[in-house]
């Protein structure tokens, strides 16, 4: 089935750096989420996103939904050692149903 | 308010051996989703219903695999038999009704982590 496409597929950073990641894809979605995954648990959603140009915050999370509605980002602000675990983004074309997830990006931050 | 709830969250079984995972979604949500993830595909839709009834089982690998949902607090995912390449973590999730919340987003469970030898 079509995934998305999500970069970076691993990023190292040194606690306190800032943090971006994204997720494209060819076709048009009408919504776009992120959640994070810690080890041994299942993904919880962080920020959920409705309209093209849609720019939310969740703390130091920022998440925008790109103007094509192909795309979107996410960023997290002064990264702390809590914010290690595999971000993912997920698509979804209608109001509800079923969602279609990128890969994964996995944070490793440094103290 | 207990979230998704899954069973085992840990099973160890052997090749040929039937295998039964178990989900009770959050009260009132009216859809359900089984997931597969393995390191290599990532997250994959296996199959999801809406008020009990299968809508899409279109990611369900193959006829070792089968999925019910008898009532709107349980549903169950099947492997007869199981092989070594089923080995991956399930999980479940549920959403609530969109008439209630027009953003159902999906919450899941903690999975199921299956290891076939």
């Known amino acids: 089935g079509q995934q998305l496409n999500q970069s970076p597929q691993s990023m190292f950073i040194q606690e306190g750096e800032d943090v971006s990641m994204n997720c494209t894809s060819s076709s048009i979605f009408n919504t776009w989420l992120w959640y994070k995954q810690d080890p041994g648990e299942g993904p919880v959603l962080l920020i959920a996103?409705?309209?093209?140009?849609e720019l939310t915050s969740n703390g130091r999370l920022t998440a925008q939904f790109g103007i094509t509605r192909k795309d979107s980002f996410l960023n997290i602000s002064a990264s702390i050692p809590s914010d290690v675990g595999i971000y993912f983004c997920?698509?979804?074309?209608?109001?509800?149903?079923?969602?279609?997830f990128g890969k994964g990006t996995k944070l490793s931050v440094k103290p | 308010d207990a979230g998704v709830i899954q069973s085992p969250r840990h099973e160890v079984t052997e090749m040929g051996q039937e295998v039964t995972l178990r989900c009770k979604p959050i009260?009132?949500?009216?859809?359900l989703f089984w997931y597969r993830q393995t390191m290599m595909r990532g997250l994959e839709l296996l199959i999801y219903f809406n008020n009990n009834v299968p809508i899409d089982d279109s990611g369900m690998p193959e006829d070792r695999f089968s999925a019910k949902m008898p009532n709107a607090s349980f549903s169950t995912l099947k492997i007869q038999p199981s092989e070594p390449r089923d080995s991956a973590v399930y999980f479940c999730a549920s959403s609530p009704p969109s008439a209630r919340n027009v953003y159902n987003e999906q919450f899941f469970g903690p999975g199921t982590r299956l290891t076939v030898l």
């Open positions: 997920a698509g979804r074309r209608g109001s509800q149903g079923n969602l279609i």
């Open positions: 009260s009132g949500h009216d859809y």
């Open positions: 996103l409705y309209k093209a140009g």
